[in-house]
């Protein structure tokens, strides 16, 4: 996957301890097997690499494992699969 990859989203959910968390800082939830385009990856300094969507746009906020930096808040890219390119046929 990449910048620009169309997607599908294949685990919306969300762990009961976070779900006060995830309502306070994302304006806006993935859905399952609702298709994305990723618009950026970050790799997280190496904790978890997320991905945020063109489809899907939250603020940024401090995050908290990354020293403070500001930033918007990114979805685990194993929540997703890379949509199959349809072949083109020729006529």
Same mark, same amino acid.
């Given at each position: 996957m990449q910048v620009g990859s169309r997607v599908v989203c294949i685990d919306d959910s969300i762990k009961a301890d976070e779900i006060f968390l995830v309502a306070s800082v994302y304006k806006q939830w993935v859905k399952k097997n609702r298709e994305y385009?990723?618009?950026?990856?970050?790799?997280?300094? $190496?904790?978890?690499?997320?991905?945020v969507l063109e489809e899907v746009v939250n603020d940024p906020i401090p995050q908290k494992?990354?020293? $403070?930096r500001m930033q918007e808040p990114a979805f685990r890219l194993s929540r997703f699969r890379e949509v199959e390119k349809k072949a083109k046929t020729i006529k």
């Open positions: 385009t990723i618009r950026q990856i970050f790799d997280n300094d $190496g904790i978890v690499t997320g991905c494992l990354l020293g $403070g």
